[in-house]
C-alpha cells in the first residue's frame, strides 16, 4: 500500500551550497538521499513530495558543515502481511512464480498456486488449469495475498498466496 | 528448589523424546534407530545427578558408552544439557571423585587411583534454565505452526538441500533461483534443493483443493491435533507455570561446580568428624544419588550449635512434605547422628525449645516422631531378631558370629545393627530385656508393638513425643 | 504497536503510524508521481536519468492498476467511499481492487465485518454500487 507520510531527516550541506539557493540544495539533496531507499519500518520511499519544515542549522565543529532537520513529506510503499495487492508476473517456474508490485518482490510458492493448475515447462513456463482457462505466466496480472515479508537493510522481499477466495489471475495477457 | 525443575525435565523427556527414532521434527537425525525409549532413562537419570563423568553415567545405566554419548550429543544440540570434555590425569580424575563424594554420590573413590594415564573424559549436567527455555520455545512453535495451517493454510514453503541437508525457505527463494531460472540451488554446494514437505495434514484426496471435502476433513485433522496437543501437553504447561517464578538451579561450570562440592565436602567432614566417624560412609551407601539437597541440609544443620535445634528445624519443615519423605528424611538423621543418644543427654534444652511451641505444632512433631519410633522400634526388632537368631547359630559356632555379621546383605538392617550395637554400649539393660522377649514371642511384629512401648519411651519419648 | 508484532492487514494491524497515516490508492499515487515526472523532464534533461528504480517500477505499476484515470473521477471515488466509515487503509484496498460483490469486498478486507462498525451487507452493496457508477461514468 501506498501512504503520504511526513518524514524527518538531519540533512548535511557543506558550507559551499549555502546562498540564495540554500534551500533548493537542501532539496535537491534530500530527494537524491532518500528516494528510492528502503527501510523496513516506513518501507521504500518512492517519492519527496513537499518539505514541510526545515529547522535551524547547527554548525558542526571543525568541519563548517551545517546539520539541518528536514521534515519532509513523501510517497512511500509498505506492503504488510495480511494486505491483498494486484502484481505482475515476472518470472515462473517449477518451484512457483514470482511477482512485483511496484518496488517490491513477491515470491508464489507453488504450495500457495491452487493445487489444480499444474506447472508446464517451454519456452513459456505457466501454471494452468486442467481445462486451460486459467494461465499465470509472465506478465500475467494476478490479485495475491502476502503472508509474509522478510526485511533487510535495503530491500523487503514478500512471500504471498493465491490459493484463496477471489485470488488468482486477474487478466491474461494472451486471451484479452 | 530442584524438584520442581526435575519433574519438567522428565515431562519434557516423556513429551518430546520418549519415541526419537520417528520424525525429528526439526532436526534429521540418523542412526538413532536402536535406542527409543532410552532417551528418557538418561534424563531421568540425569535429574538424580549434577555434573556427571559420561562413563560412569553409562555404567551406572548399563548402556554403552557411544550409545550413551550419541543420546546425550543429541540433547546437547537440543541444548537440554551443557557438556564439558577434558584430559585428565588420576589427580583430575580424584578431584571429580572427591566431588562426587562430596554430593553424596555413591561412586567408589578407586577411580581415581585406577586412571594413571591421560585421558579425555566428558562430563555432562542438565542445564535447567535453558530447558526451560527451550521447552517454552517448543510449545510455542508447535502451537503456532498448527494455528497457521489451520487459519489460513499459508505457511512459508521450506527447502531442503538434500546434499548437505542445509535449509531455506521461501523467503530465500531470490537468492536461490539458478542461472537458468528453473530451479533453486542450494548456496552452499550448489545442489538442487527440495521441497521440504513437512505439512503436518498431509493433502488427503489427490485433487486437493477443489474438493472441499479434503479441505474439512484437512481442517479437521489439524483442529482435532491442536486440541489433543492443548490435553496431552497440559501437565507439561502446567509444570512450567509453576516453576516461573522458582529460582533456577545452577550446577555452573564443571571446574565451579567440583570446587564447590569438594569445598562444601571438606566442611562437612571436619564437622562431623568429632560426631561419628562413620558419617560419610552413611551418607553415601544408602542412598547414592538422591542425597543432593539433603545434603545441604546437613552441612548447614552440623554447623549450627546443638543437635537439639537442627531436629526441630527438620521436623518442622518437614512435615509438609509428602509421609514418605519425613520417615526417611528422619530416618537418615537421627541414625546417622546417633540423635536419639544426644537427646537423651541434652535432656533440658530440648525441652526447653520444644516448649516454645505451640501445642498443635508439638502434636505434629509429636506425631512424626511417633511414626519414626515405630519405624524404628520395628527395625529395631527385627535386628535383635536377627541377632537373636545369630546368637544361637554362634552358639553352635562360636567362630562365625563376627563374621556373619559384617556382611549383611540389607544395608537398613545393617545401620540398624551398627546403631544397636552402640546402644548396646550405652544402655546394655535394654540389650538384657530384648531377647527374652523377642524368645518368648513368636508373632514379634504385632506384640512388640505393644509391648516395645515401654524400652522405646525410655529413648526419646520423654523429650517430645510424650509431651505431644 | 510496532510492526513487527503481528502484523496483520486484514485485521488492520499495521502499526499506529500508517493506521494513522494518509493512505493513498494507486490512481492517486499515479497523478503524484506523473505529476512529479513531468517536473523533472522540465527541469533538466538529466534528471529523468537520475530517478531511482523504485521511482519508476512504483510509476510503472500504478500506471498499470489505477481503476480510474481521470483526475475528478479519483477525488469521487475518494468521497464516496468517505461516506462509510472506513479506514483509510481499507478504503484504499477498496479503491484499488474495486470488487464486485459484497462478498468479496469482504474478502479483500476482512475487517469492515470484524470491527464491528456495523457495516451491513446492504451499506456495502450500495458502495460498490456507487463505485461502479464512476467506473461507468469515467
Not at chain 2, 554400649?425 to 527374652?436: L, V
Request: with cysteine; net charge negative.
Amino acid at each position: 500500500m501506498f501512504f503520504h507520510i511526513v518524514l524527518e531527516r538531519n540533512m548535511q550541506l557543506h558550507p559551499r551550497y549555502f546562498g540564495r539557493n540554500l534551500r533548493d540544495n537542501l532539496v535537491s539533496k534530500l530527494m537524491k538521499d532518500v528516494e528510492g531507499t528502503c527501510s523496513g519500518r516506513h518501507g521504500f520511499v518512492v517519492a519527496v513530495t513537499g518539505i514541510e519544515n526545515i529547522g535551524k542549522g547547527l554548525i558542526r565543529d571543525g568541519t563548517g558543515f551545517v546539520t539541518f532537520p528536514v521534515k519532509y513529506q513523501c510517497v512511500v510503499f509498505r506492503p504488510f502481511k495480511g494486505e491483498i495487492l494486484e502484481a505482475v508476473v515476472t518470472m515462473v517456474n517449477k518451484m512457483g512464480f514470482f511477482a512485483e508490485a511496484g518496488p517490491v518482490q513477491i515470491f508464489v510458492s507453488n504450495h500457495l498456486i491452487p493445487d489444480d493448475m499444474e506447472f508446464q515447462s517451454g519456452d513459456m513456463p505457466n501454471y494452468t488449469t486442467s481445462d486451460g482457462s486459467v494461465k499465470i505466466q509472465k506478465d500475467s496480472e494476478v490479485r495475491l495475498k502476502i503472508i509474509g515479508t522478510r526485511v533487510d537493510a535495503t530491500e523487503i522481499f514478500c512471500i504471498g498466496t493465491i490459493k484463496d477466495d477471489f485470488l488468482g489471475v486477474i487478466n491474461d495477457p494472451t486471451t484479452v | 528448589m530442584i524438584e520442581p525443575y526435575n519433574k519438567l525435565v522428565k515431562l519434557a523427556a516423556r513429551a518430546f523424546y520418549d519415541d526419537l527414532t520417528s520424525k525429528g521434527d526439526n532436526q534429521p537425525k540418523t542412526g538413532r534407530s536402536d535406542n527409543r525409549g532410552i532417551a528418557v532413562v538418561v534424563l531421568d537419570a540425569l535429574t538424580r545427578r549434577q555434573w556427571v563423568r559420561e562413563e560412569d553415567l553409562a555404567k551406572d545405566l548399563k548402556l554403552h558408552t557411544k550409545q550413551l554419548r550419541r543420546t546425550l550429543r543429541f540433547f546437547e544440540e537440543e541444548k537440554i544439557i551443557t557438556r564439558d570434555h577434558r584430559r585428565e590425569t588420576a589427580k583430575g580424575a580424584k578431584i571429580y571423585s572427591a566431588a562426587v563424594a562430596a554430593t553424596a554420590d555413591a561412586t567408589t573413590g578407586k577411580e581415581g587411583e585406577e586412571k594413571v594415564k591421560l585421558h579425555t573424559h566428558s562430563y555432562c549436567c542438565l542445564d535447567y534454565a535453558q530447558i526451560y527455555d527451550v521447552v517454552r520455545y517448543r510449545l510455542h512453535r508447535m502451537k503456532h505452526k498448527l494455528k497457521d495451517e489451520l487459519e489460513n493454510k499459508n505457511t512459508i514453503q521450506q527447502y531442503i538441500c538434500p546434499n548437505c541437508g542445509k535449509r531455506y525457505t521461501a523467503f530465500d527463494a531470490p537468492r536461490l533461483l539458478s542461472r537458468n531460472g528453473e530451479d533453486f540451488d542450494c548456496e552452499s554446494c550448489d545442489g538442487k534443493l527440495d521441497v521440504e514437505s513437512d505439512k503436518l495434514a498431509a493433502q488427503e484426496g489427490g485433487d486437493g483443493d477443489g474438493d472441499e471435502n479434503a479441505r474439512r476433513r484437512r481442517r479437521e485433522k489439524l483442529k482435532d491435533m491442536l486440541q489433543k496437543m492443548e490435553v496431552q501437553l497440559k501437565p507439561l504447561i502446567d509444570q512450567l507455570g509453576r516453576v516461573k517464578d522458582l529460582p533456577v538451579p545452577e550446577f555452573g561450570s564443571l571446574q565451579a561446580w567440583e570446587a564447590r562440592a569438594s569445598a562444601a565436602g571438606r566442611a562437612a567432614n571436619g564437622d562431623n568428624a568429632g560426631d561419628s566417624k562413620s558419617h560419610l560412609g552413611y551418607n553415601g551407601a544408602p542412598m547414592p544419588y538422591s542425597g543432593d539437597t539433603k545434603v545441604v541440609v546437613d552441612f548447614n544443620g552440623t554447623e549450627g550449635k546443638g543437635e537439639g535445634v537442627k531436629s526441630e528445624t527438620d521436623s518442622t519443615s518437614l512435615k509438609v512434605l509428602p509421609p514418605w519423605m519425613i520417615t526417611s528424611g528422619m530416618n537418615l538423621t537421627k541414625e546417622q547422628r546417633g540423635e536419639v543418644k544426644q537427646e537423651t543427654k541434652m535432656d533440658g534444652t530440648s525441652t526447653s525449645t520444644a516448649a516454645q511451641y505451640t501445642d498443635e505444632k508439638k502434636s505434629t512433631i509429636g506425631h512424626d516422631d511417633k511414626n519414626i519410633q515405630d519405624e524404628y522400634i520395628k527395625a529395631y526388632y527385627a535386628a535383635l531378631l536377627k541377632k537373636q537368631h545369630e546368637l544361637e547359630e554362634a552358639a553352635k559356632n562360636p567362630q562365625d558370629a563376627n563374621a556373619a555379621d559384617d556382611p549383611s546383605s540389607s544395608t537398613s538392617i545393617r545401620k540398624v545393627g551398627d546403631k544397636y550395637k552402640r546402644e548396646e554400649d550405652d544402655d546394655g539393660t535394654e540389650w538384657e530385656e530384648a531377647p527374652a522377649r523377642g524368645n518368648g514371642i513368636g508373632a514379634y511384629k504385632v506384640d512388640l508393638n505393644v509391648e516395645a512401648d515401654a524400652p522405646a519411651e525410655d529413648d526419646e519419648d520423654d523429650i517430645d513425643w510424650e509431651e505431644g | 504497536m510496532s510492526g513487527e508484532e503481528e502484523e496483520n492487514a486484514a485485521e488492520l494491524k499495521i502499526g499506529d503510524e500508517f493506521l494513522k497515516a494518509k493512505c493513498l490508492m494507486n490512481c492517486e499515487v499515479s497523478l503524484i508521481l506523473e505529476h512529479k515526472y513531468e517536473q523533472l523532464q522540465q527541469s533538466s534533461d538529466d534528471a529523468v536519468n537520475q530517478v531511482s528504480q523504485v521511482f519508476e517500477k512504483s510509476l510503472q505499476y500504478v500506471k498499470r492498476f489505477s481503476r480510474y484515470k481521470n483526475p475528478d473521477a479519483v477525488r469521487q471515488v475518494r468521497e464516496i467511499l468517505a461516506r462509510y466509515q472506513l479506514a483509510e487503509f481499507e478504503l484504499c484496498v477498496l479503491g484499488n481492487l474495486c470488487p464486485e460483490t459484497v462478498e468479496e469486498a469482504i474478502a479483500m478486507v476482512p475487517s469492515i465485518k470484524t470491527r464491528g462498525r456495523a457495516q451491513d451487507d446492504e451499506a456495502i452493496e450500495k458502495m460498490l454500487n456507487d463505485l461502479s457508477l464512476i467506473k461507468k461514468f469515467e
